[in-house]
């Protein structure tokens, strides 16, 4: 015959005191890291995890060069006033950047963009006209 023994109140409170012991650790303190970190990152911040919380550092892009001396020769061409200042500024864009002043060669390389499209619309609106009044005189005169 098999002998069952029928659990007593002792043996459950030590079953679960036994349990208790198994339980998670607390959190690490704030601003303490876990082992591990997760680093995603795109082309303007990373987010870097650590101990739960995101902390966002962002990282600058290289700022691109974009000359606009050309263009902007171009443009003068097309329509002197804002031609020359396009120019100008295109050739103070291009000596801000060899001289590391990126905040400012970017604002100066956006107003010689500036001006280019202007030259080229007003070359082009200065063009239409000289055509439209000699295509009327043409026919006024005969």
């Not at 591990?36 to 919380?53: A, K, N, P």
């Not at 291009?94 to 500036?114: L, P, V």
Request: aromatic share 10%; with cysteine.
């Amino acid at each position: 015959m098999a002998l069952i023994s029928k659990p007593n109140n002792f043996d459950m409170e030590q079953h679960a005191h036994d349990h208790s012991n198994t339980q998670i650790p607390p959190p690490p303190a704030y601003g303490t890291p876990h082992p591990q970190q997760l680093q995603t990152s795109s082309s303007q911040v990373t987010i870097v995890t650590t101990g739960g919380f995101q902390q966002p550092e962002v990282v600058t892009a290289p700022v691109r060069n974009y000359d606009r001396t050309f263009s902007a020769i171009v443009g003068t061409i097309c329509f002197l006033p804002t031609g020359i200042c396009a120019l100008i500024l295109a050739l103070n864009a291009k000596n801000q950047f060899r001289a590391g002043d990126t905040d400012r060669a970017q604002t100066s390389n956006n107003w010689a963009s500036r001006l280019t499209e202007l030259s080229f619309i007003c070359g082009g609106v200065w063009i239409g006209l000289v055509i439209f009044f000699s295509i009327r005189s043409k026919y006024i005169h005969e």
